[in-house]
């Protein structure tokens, strides 16, 4: 019995798409009806205030997440040369906000258990640096598709050396590690509200600190770095190098209603990864990934790893499929190390990435996908799986 083959949707299905709360355009108007349309305004007030209760660190609000890094190494000192180790598998942001400082990037491998950087390989590295004196400047984790690193293993690694740890956890907002928030766990961290992120401001970004001078410190050159202003007349002083890093009053207010549904997101999120894991049940050699010990995977993008020796297709063969039949769909990241921009770049280790990239798979994982979207992209995969298959036993 051959399945009728799916009709092409009419309608793109994206990867992840915006999906609002309802009273996102309640702050917005407000920006509006108080002519509070800049950075600065009651909106980034709050929103910096709420983030700070939710994940009990002082925050910055700032125009990306990207410039959060940006500001994040700055913070720690990452300057000309210095090496940043941060996981070979990530999206480019991460290892391009290291380049802007003109540091240095080491890249590492992930482990198979959270696909994030692996602790043993980074305790072997440090180790090794340790004894010829070349310590890193910092260590970069990346908490990716919202998978928590291993935080406690590698913050003993950074404490044994006296590194400072930074989290992009631009990915992760709403997942939780032994209770606590990814991102505010360490030195500092960085949150993204980009469009097709956990909950988005159209754009945004989050600087979090347990030090509180380092988030001033932060949001002032965020501003351009203004000097206090001796004479009192705004003739401005500058003794640093400042950017035009700040989020708008309006994006504040998207974001402000979007954190009021974070929880709603992260369930509907999980229950969309649910739902693949039992849909792709009968096609054993799709491999969900882990969840990793004592956290909460905020699903922000369902990812599933194809187990090449089960299967006679290839991962990319299914991708092709999903978007002839207008299905968005994406490999887990290509490796930093396998840029072209970054090859130039040590890593060490490699290969788990590597196979990530080669056999995994993100599928759409948007909050607001209907259940009957998703049974169509089940199907593909599936009809994706068995096509092959049948063509190949037929030759
Ligand atoms: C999206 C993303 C960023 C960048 O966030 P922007 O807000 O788009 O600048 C950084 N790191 C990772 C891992 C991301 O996925």
């Not at 019995?1 to 917005?28: A, F, T």
């Not at 994030?116 to 340790?130: G, V």
Request: with cysteine.
């Amino acid at each position: 019995m051959i399945d009728p083959p799916l009709e092409r949707l009419k309608e793109r299905l994206y990867l992840s798409v915006p999906h609002m709360g309802g009273s996102e355009l309640n702050y917005v108007r407000d920006a509006f009806d108080t002519n509070w349309l800049s950075t600065v305004g009651p909106n980034l007030t709050a929103l910096e205030r709420e983030v700070e209760a939710l994940v009990g660190c002082s925050a910055a609000a700032l125009s990306s997440g990207t410039a959060g890094l940006h500001l994040a190494l700055r913070l720690v000192g990452v300057g000309e040369d210095d090496e940043v180790v941060t996981p070979t598998l990530s999206f480019a942001a991460s290892a391009n906000a290291i380049r802007y400082l003109g540091g240095v990037p080491v890249f590492l491998d992930s482990d198979h258990a959270t696909w994030n950087m692996d602790p043993n390989l980074l305790e072997s590295f440090l180790k090794k640096r340790a004894a010829s004196n070349r310590l890193p400047k910092a260590v970069m984790v990346v908490h990716l598709f919202g998978q928590p690193a291993a935080m406690r293993e590698i913050q003993q690694l950074c404490d044994r050396y006296a590194l400072p740890l930074v989290e992009d956890a631009a990915e992760s907002l709403g997942a939780l590690y032994e209770g606590k928030h990814p991102g505010a766990l360490a030195d500092v961290g960085v949150y993204s509200f980009n469009g097709n992120k956990m909950i988005t401001g159209t754009t945004g970004g989050m600087l979090v600190s347990p030090n509180g001078d380092w988030v001033a410190k932060a949001r002032s050159w965020s501003s351009q770095a203004l000097d206090p202003d001796p004479e009192g007349v705004s003739n401005y002083v500058h003794s640093e190098l400042g950017y035009s890093y700040g989020m708008s009053n309006v994006v504040a207010g998207i974001v402000r209603g979007q954190l009021e549904v974070l929880d709603q997101r992260v369930t509907q999120r999980r229950r969309v990864f649910e739902r693949y894991v039992q849909g792709l049940e009968s096609l054993p050699e799709w491999q969900p990934q882990p969840e990793a010990s004592r956290c909460r995977h905020s699903r922000w993008l369902s990812c599933f790893l194809l187990d090449e020796s089960r299967s006679s297709i290839t991962a990319y063969d299914v991708m092709r499929f999903l978007a002839a039949l207008n299905v968005e769909s994406r490999p887990v990241w290509r490796p930093m190390h396998l840029q072209p921009l970054y090859q130039r770049f040590e890593v060490v280790g490699g290969e788990v990435a590597e196979q990530l990239n080669r056999c995994g798979i993100c599928l759409p994982s948007s909050s607001s996908m209907s259940a009957e979207l998703q049974s169509f992209v089940v199907e593909a995969v599936k009809q994706a799986s068995k096509t092959r298959l049948t063509l190949m036993e037929q030759s």
